[in-house]
């Protein structure tokens, strides 16, 4: 059976209707939140460039890539109560058109401070993008088909990333400007959401979490648990495409396509590994995948630190991505699982918050680390940082399965 044929059969209650429209469509819009960072990801040392005389310009040519961040982060519990309230398809509907206009503004903005207003628009769209999207696959999937279909969606994500990356890289070759064209493709996806996007039928509202045995309170610190997991897989993921560029050139192997095929190569692996994602939760649980994806990740950027040439710069950003490819299924599977229906929008909201939150906070993070070890300490270091989470997790992985 292949993928496409796999994906298909994966719809199960609450909806019943299997739909190949709706699941490429929902694939689809789920790739916008990869591109709204990763196309202009390699163009950042050139608009470095255009712009140097602009005051504080190396931490706002990264906030180009990141201020999105901080608005997703303000957006995204709100986008989640209106998607709850209001319903998946029309914010879904609104914020795809948003998001192509203020992508697309980066071609015409002859300041940093007007490219960084489209940014932060740009953020406000994917904030109600991602949550309507993660909403929208806990409402159409339940059981291991929810795990399989969230597999398929960080893969699809994962080459998406691929595609965005490598591309972003070879447009900016031509001018740094040429990437945010891309943003226009989200328009296009506009008459697929009209056309196969369902509102779906959700239970009357209450202000619970999915009740367990371990009874609310432990939901809601297991929710808890994810957000503070999703911040900080972001902060450590996200020194890839902030500070990888910059990275190359010290190392005297830098350019804009090298930049997106180093970064791009984190994302297709950890999309080939996603696909695997409903296997691995199976044999090792939430808890466990987290510990592992955690130190596949702190492993990635220590060796990372220590490589020397492009080829083992490219090995290390591969491992990184073994652990951004169960990671990311994990935290939407972890965070879904914790939600009642009716709540699914709003702790999808939370749950993009927090990823987002990271995202914005990676550079604050690093920059001084950088400023005090170099990109090379910086990477070792943080690896580190990321193996003592991972022991925890493998800590809690154990009493867990202990008590069963």
Known sequence: ?????????????????????????????SSLTIMSGATI?????????????????????????????????????????????????????????????????????????????GRALLGV????????????????????????FMGYQSAFVGFGGLLFLTGGGLLAEMHWRAPFAVYGLSLLLIPAVLAFINEPVRARPSATVASAPGGGGTLW???????????????????LPTQLPFHLNAMGIGSPAVAGLAIGVGNLVGAVVALSYDRLRARLRLTGVFGLAFGLTAAGYILLGLADTLAHVLAAAGVVGLGLGMMMPNIAAAAMAAAAPDMRGRIAGGMTASVFAGQFISPFVSQPMIAAFGFAGTY?????AVGGIAVMAAIAALVLGRRG
């Open 1 to 29: 059976m292949t993928i496409a044929q796999q994906i298909q059969v994966a719809t199960t209650t609450p909806v019943p209707e299997r739909h190949a429209g709706r699941n490429a469509t929902l694939l689809l819009v």
């Open 380 to 384: 070792v270091y943080a690896g580190l």
């Open 221 to 239: 610190l297991a929710v808890i648990a994810v957000y503070a997991a999703a911040a900080i897989n972001s902060i450590a993921f996200y020194l």
């Open 125 to 148: 769209a994917v904030a109600g993008i991602m949550t309507t999207a993660t909403a929208l696959v806990g409402d159409y999937f339940s059981g291991p088909a929810r795990d399989r």
């Open 41 to 117: 990801a390699p163009s950042l040392p050139a608009i470095e460039s255009h712009f140097a005389g602009s005051a504080n310009v190396e931490i706002l040519t990264r906030l180009v890539l990141t201020l999105p961040a901080l608005f997703i982060v303000l957006c995204a519990p709100f986008a989640g109560g209106l998607a709850d309230r209001f319903g998946r398809r029309p914010l879904l509907i609104v914020t795809a058109l948003l998001y192509g206009l203020s992508g697309m503004s980066g071609l015409m903005s002859d300041s940093l401070m007007g490219l960084l207003i």
